[in-house]
């Protein structure tokens, strides 16, 4: 006995590495095990972007929605406190996925990869810059300077002092990162739900947009519409079908499953959905839905009856496809959850027995069908977009004039495209309202319009020494003053009282402030944006 | 078995002393001595009063003695227990009982690998004994130890039925695990455990953690000793710097006994909470809806005209029964003690769907076998099975007290109601939590198995080896079920009635395998006035942790088959496990001289799994001495008055090692994609962690006076821990942060770090009194008391440790802070100057707009902000530094101190036993009145007294007007949530009867006893929540003191027997 005592234990016996994780060490050694560490990137670290903060940002904020919940109902009215669970997840769930494509890019780096095919290798790489641009892109709109992070490691131990960087340098950065992706990612894969390299030239378009490079955003715009990998779904309501998921005018999107429970399925249909007579699953809470002032933007257009049709749903409305084994479902005279005698429809994809979930599936709280990052059609607007700001030339530090208008061929030819698919007229000219208007009617609910408004008064950014970013919006406010974010008083179809509520916003409130929590771990970030080492 | 050869001994020998030769006339007196159990007792010295005579009793305790014509009385000594004084008479029998006595200086305590009698202890340690916890209604051992014990803080974190406790030996010195080690009959367990119990579905917050000590049925327990100071605990080195809570189990003694201990008793809720009826809601709503600009409701037009509405809190509490049934047989024959239960206990809980029952087995054995060779075991086997009706924090209290009055529990048909539908499709209100508690499914069963084998191998006098091998085997399995259901207030459109359609299930197993081997050398000499005992020791011990966990969902064969294998769709299964091992060199050498000093050295190293090569060994020392200055001749003078004075100096280092395994290491874990299962980074490592070391000095005093009449202990210490492991939280622009609801499936965990250094300096004393001792009637009073004060010294530079809790829908933005200079988990926030009142305060206020959201806050013309909380600032102190408003540390949650007093009275064959118990100082956190009094939700009902809120006809007040949805400056964490967390409890009174043995002896009995105990009696406190006694949120010391709608500790009367047969 006390031979062995005397000897003591072997090493082994202290070298525990736990069975059913795996050490970074020992992973990135083939490509199929690369492929598997880029395919969370488009799920679970935005379920938290996409449960709800998100669309209360874009859709509520951005007045396409209204609600009465007590947890989102400030997103209606502003401002929105940065101790707000769901303001702090706006900031968690895209930081959330940095970390990762973050903790890919440098786990690479120190990986054993020798047995990988430098095509995988590259692409690999490629899609973790994708995401980790798509994420900062979310960032920069929703929180304007915000700190650039590539290796958590490098901020250990002095977390608490590391700066914000400014708006011009995050679109820097996020350029940089999008032309790294266009270059190494596959080219043509983005129907397998991985982004492609045309996925990171269709993002490219949009960023240049943004920064009113309109001759970089039409160059990946046109890169992207000629390259044949994308286009437009024949009918606008398969979009929004579950069984539609990666069609062929999805450019990038968030993957949802619904097999594995909330954090991995898309939620958006369970707060949404008028009724658990819909999603047959328990969930439907109705408890957001179009403002009346949506509404009217569809009436205006007048035919646009398609697009609405499955983008809002009207009392009365039937549709054949929601609970179909039982006849369709009618939205019952009474539906005005939030007050507006409307419901919403996009993302709205009926229950697990439904036809058009017989792929994907639908659960509580977690859909099948994927959320839109980009698609198409948006190209084909940028496209449109990117021609009328050329012919326009905005000054510096100024939006598109609304009134500036267009007749290019290209510009209307693509203007149309979006248009004839919606059900909506074809035009021969259009002006930079219209084209505003188009973009809300089209990508409604899709988490995109509140972005519009924040960008229309151009790519000017001015920080205060507190970190406030305090650039003119006189046209994003004028927009979003006349909105009607108010209630009927009456049973539909009785709208003859109307509660009238109409917003103004701040200028400094087209950006939201970072959460508490963060501001208190790290008080720079409250503090003037400090420019970014770009060397690599 | 030693314990009794030194009182046989001691017995012999003063019997030797004090026998005289005797001339007088003489008769004899003749009679029995047996002790408190009805065993009979041996070598007993009875003596003459006043007189010359001796005797000893014989093996059957039969005694004989002469006595002289005058004697009246005679004396019974034994040591260990209580003197007896009793007159005779000639002629008759006299039979005697002798009961232990509360001189604790001859018990023996457990130091770890290894006994000491107290008198000659070294360290600072406390003992509770099967008495002191006997007859408790409570389910683990762990609630019963408080106010027991000096120097130990134990919170209930719950009163929900095998629920954990909190339990602080001197303090918080750790984030990662500042519970004890726990050390049953030698095998080590941890008193921190949780994960086994999923959060119930619908439920927003953990369940409160299971106990691991819950598993333990305390009847079966004859001793607890703790040890406090790091003399004493190094000697578990890397384990030790919590403390180590050593339980023993009992052994056979004597002639064979059967005994059943068996009670059953009635809990109920003690306080409920004052909230709105329905008139008093329907007027509130209506008010609530004009300030948010909302229709009020017409059925609630005339409040009067409404009844009182559902009262949701007598809906969920219920009077519930509670039984125990335990069985025991004990005995030493041949030179073997035995001793074999078995026990059953079942607690229903108070609120609706909550249970626990336990079955419980257990043999011990012990042998000597040879003169050289003892051998032994103990052997254990628990199972519980525990229900959860809808969680604990924010669980069915939460919701039933939120729950509007207007909702009926039930329709006329007997289903379940649910709110009333507005015409628009409002839903007016929420979930039934009867329905709820009812329907949903959280159970845990575990089971248990645990022994021991040893043998002991005496070589040469004085040395023996003594070889060890432990096991701890568990398996548990939880199962949570969300069935499907749909019911709604009669009338109204099913389309809106609170339903799920689809059924959800998850069951989680694990296993748990520990094993470990000691080999234990052991000398023991004296010579002359000197003695050693030394010991030297060899110890591996391997852990093993395995969970596996499967989920689906879709039970279309119905809610009653809750089987993985029927989910229509199943979920992929999870697994995780984890391996740690550490192996151990101690040693430990006591020397005494001439009874008067005492040196005790002990050293121990670690190596352990849990650290990367290079950080993972370490030593840890610690000495102690002692001096009897009572034994001293200069002393002699004073020992008429006090008999025993003792100084007791200790200093030492002890570890904590308490990470999981394989935790400064980078690893990935899997999540699932559209493409199947993919991989996430799932920490950041820190290959440098090393252990937390504990730093601890003591200076102790243990004192006697008038032959133990008054007799206890005091200590001061001062505990420093150095660089202690915390799991650092990272800003989420590093790592990544949770979502919503807190789901956390892709961020990047942050590292465990050693990041600072905490001191706690702390004061403890015991005191023993006999007041009233004569044969008839004995009154005796323990008084315990336990102060410490906890300070941070040092984060490494770092930041504060800021912590937020959500419940449900409202978020705690940094509810507690820890910087340096101040407590551990201090809370941290606005402090509250009033509400804005006059038209100067509105002008002031316009010029300086407050900001406690976020954003600054403007005052308008009409009033709106003018009945807003308004928080006061530098600002408004004079100091116009233009800085925004400022937060204060607004108080600890840590206690001032606490006690416990027990008085024990006996009287013939009665005995009465009043423990209190109490906690002065420290703050709670009501996270529930910010619910129930936040007037910020349509559709919920509030605290009576929030409808005082303020108007322009009702200024009179503190509470502001209501104030739609969440993040508003009203319900942001301020000094307005803060409550004092004292309490005085009368925690247990208890009077019992023994059955006289005449009686007793007819019904075949050695002993009865009945007893009625009232539990958790009264409560004099000023907080204004359920109970405010909150513990800390699942063991979290950052999360101290935090009400989140716990379950209440519930008043509990029980009828009980103890009897012997």
Known sequence: MSGIILTGCSKSFFDRVPGTSVTTGSYYQTDAQLMAATAPLYGTPWFGFNNKCGWAMTEITGGNMRTWSSDISMFGSLPVSNANTEERTLWNSPFTVVAQCNALINNIANANTSGVTPSALSNALGEAHLMRGVAYFYLVRTFGNVPLIENTSDFLGNFDSVPTRSIPDVYKFIVRDLKFAEANCTANVAATGHGSSGSASAMLAKVYLYMQNYDSARIEAEKVINSGEFALMDNFGDLFRGNNNNNKESILAMQWISNAGYDYGNSIQASWAYSNAITQTGDGYGSAAPTIDLVRAFEKEGGDTVRRHYTIMLPGEHYAELNANNGGFTLPLAASSQGTQAQAKKYVIGGPNDPDNSLYGTAAQAGGNNTYIMRYADVLLIEAEAILGQQAKPAAGKGIDTLASTSDATAVKYYNMVRKRAGAGQVKSFTYRDLLNERRLEFALEMDYWFDLGRVDGFNATTTSNGVQTAPHPVGRALIAQQERGTYANAYPDKSVLYSSKITVADNEFYFLVPANETTSDPKLLQSPVPYDFTW | ?1061
């Open chain 2, 1 to 1061: 078995m030693i314990k009794e050869k030194y009182y046989k001994l001691f017995a012999f020998l003063s019997f030797i002393l004090l026998t005289g030769t005797v001339f007088a006339q003489t008769r004899i007196v003749k009679g029995n001595v047996k002790d408190e159990n009805g065993q009979p007792l041996e070598l007993v010295s009875v003596s003459e009063v006043g007189g010359n005579h001796q005797a000893l009793t014989e093996k059957n305790g039969d005694f004989s003695i002469e006595v002289a014509p005058d004697s009246k009385f005679l004396q019974f000594v034994y040591t260990g227990k209580k003197n007896v004084v009793k007159a005779f008479e000639a002629g008759k029998p006299l039979n005697i009982q002798m009961v232990s006595t509360d001189s604790k200086l001859n018990d023996v305590v457990v130091i770890g690998y290894g006994t000491q009698k107290r008198g000659d202890l070294n360290a600072a340690a406390s003992s509770i004994s099967a008495k002191d916890i006997e007859n408790l209604p409570n389910a683990s051992i762990d609630q019963m130890m408080q106010g027991k014990a000096a120097g130990v803080t134990i919170t209930q974190n719950s009163g929900q039925p095998g629920s954990n406790t909190s339990v602080h030996i001197r303090g918080i010195t750790s984030f990662n695990g500042s519970e004890p080690l726990y050390v049953i009959d030698g095998v080590e367990m941890t008193g921190a455990q949780g994960g086994e119990q999923q959060t119930t579905p619908g439920s927003s917050q953990q369940e409160t953690g299971v106990s691991p000590l819950a598993m333990l049925n305390p009847n079966d327990i004859e001793s607890i000793d703790i040890l406090k100071d790091a003399a004493a605990t190094a000697i578990y080195g890397s384990r030790g710097s919590n403390g180590v809570v050593f339980i023993t189990t009992k052994h056979g003694r004597g002639s064979a006994v059967v005994s059943y201990d068996g009670f059953v008793g009635a809990q109920k809720q003690g306080k409920l909470l004052d909230v709105m009826n329905l008139q008093q809601y329907a007027q509130f709503e209506s008010d609530l809806a004009r300030a948010f600009g909302m229709q009020p409701r017409t059925e609630f037009s005339n409040p009067s005209a409404l009844g009182k509405g559902t009262d949701w809190q007598k809906a969920i509490f219920n009077t519930a029964l509670e039984t125990s049934h335990n069985i025991s047989v004990s005995g030493n024959a041949n030179k073997t003690d035995y001793y074999l239960s078995g026990g059953y206990f079942d607690q229903d809980g108070t609120v609706t769907g909550f249970n626990f029952k336990r079955y419980t087995f257990r043999a011990n054995l012990n042998s000597q076998v040879t003169d050289w060779l003892k051998m032994g075991g103990t052997f254990g086997g628990m199972r519980s099975n525990q229900d959860i009706g809808m969680g604990d924090n924010t669980g069915v209290i939460y919701y039933a007290l939120l729950t509007p009055p207007d909702q009926p529990v039930y329709n006329a048909d007997g289903t379940f109601a649910g709110p009333s539908v507005s015409s628009d499709g409002t839903v007016l209100g929420g979930l039934n939590p009867v329905q709820q508690a009812l329907a949903k499914t959280n159970n845990l069963v575990r089971n248990q198995v645990n022994g021991s084998v040893y043998a002991e191998i005496k070589f040469l006098k004085g040395l023996s080896l003594r070889s060890e091998l432990n096991g701890d085997f568990h398996w548990s399995d939880n199962l949570t079920f969300n069935p499907t259901y749909s019911y709604g207030l009669t009338g109204t459109d099913p389309s809106k009635w609170q339903s799920n359609q689809t059924a959800t299930m998850a069951r989680r197993t694990s296993n748990s395998t520990y094993w470990s081997w000691k080999e234990i050398l052991n000398y023991n000499q004296s010579w002359g006035k000197h003695s050693l005992n030394a010991m030297a020791g060899h110890e591996t011990w391997y852990s093993y942790y395995d969970q596996l966990g499967f989920s689906g969902t879709g039970f279309v064969a119905g809610n009653d088959l809750k089987s993985i294998a029927l989910a229509t769709e199943q979920n992929p299964a999870t697994e995780s496990n984890s391996t740690s091992t550490m192996e151990s060199f101690l040693a430990r050498a006591i020397y005494s001289y001439d009874n008067k000093y005492s040196l005790t050295a002990n050293i121990r190293r670690d190596k352990s799994s849990n650290f990367a090569e290079g950080y993972n060994v370490a030593y840890f020392p610690g000495v102690a001495a002692s001096w009897k200055i009572s034994n001293e001749p200069f002393f002699q003078k004073a020992k008429t008055v006090v008999d025993n004075f003792k100084l007791r100096l200790s200093y030492g280092t002890t570890g904590n090692s308490s990470i999981p395994a394989y935790a400064y290491g980078a690893t990935l874990h899997t999540v699932q994609t559209w493409q199947g299962v993919g991989f996430v980074a799932s920490n950041v490592p820190n290959l440098k962690l090393q252990w937390e070391t504990a730093i601890q000095s003591n200076l102790g005093i243990d004192f006697g006076i008038l032959n133990e009449r008054l007799s206890g202990s005091a200590d001061f210490y001062i505990k420093t821990s150095k660089d202690f492991l915390f799991h650092q939280p990272l800003p989420a622009f590093l790592v990544g942060g949770p979502n919503d609801y807190d789901d956390q499936t892709s961020v990047v965990s942050s590292p465990y770090v050693n990041a600072g250094n905490i001191r706690n300096t702390g004061f403890e004393f015991t005191i023993n009194s006999r007041n009233i001792t004569n044969d008839k009637f004995q009154w005796n009073t323990t008084l315990t008391f336990s102060r410490y004060k906890n300070k941070v010294m040092s984060l490494n530079g770092a930041p504060a440790i800021v912590q937020s809790k959500s419940l449900a829908y409202i978020t705690l933005a940094d509810i507690t802070r820890t910087i340096v200079g101040q407590p551990v988990g201090e809370f941290y926030g606005y402090k509250v100057k009033g509400l804005v009142q006059t038209e100067d305060d509105l002008k002031w206020l316009a010029q300086h707009p407050q900001n406690v959201t976020g954003t600054p806050q403007t005052v308008t013309s009409d009033r709106t902000n003018a009945n807003h909380i308004w928080y006061g600032d530098i600002m408004y102190e004079g100091n116009n530094d233009g800085a925004q408003n400022t937060k204060y540390a607004l108080g600890s949650p840590n206690p001032d101190f606490t006690y416990g007093l027990t008085n024990t009275f006996d009287y013939k064959n009665w005995e009465l036993n009043v423990f209190v118990y109490g906690s002065q100082g420290g703050k709670i956190l009501n996270a529930l009145a910010i619910q129930l009094q936040g007037l910020n939700s349509m559709y919920q009902n509030q605290l009576a007294s929030a409808a005082n809120y303020w108007t322009a006809e009702n200024t009179q007040t503190s509470i502001p007007a209501p104030y739609g949805g969440l993040g508003n400056p009203n319900v942001v964490m301020s000094d307005r949530w803060l409550e004092s967390a004292s309490f005085l409890r009368i925690q247990n009174v208890r009077l019992g009867y023994n059955l006289p043995d005449k009686i007793a002896k007819k019904l075949a009995l050695k002993n009865l006893k009945l007893y009625l105990s009232g539990q958790n009696l009264f409560v004099i406190t000023g907080y204004s929540g359920l109970d405010p006694e909150i513990g800390s949120y699942n063991q979290d010391p950052t999360l101290q003191n935090i009400d989140l709608g716990r379950y209440p500790s519930p008043r509990v009367f029980t009828f009980g027997i103890n009897a012997q047969f």
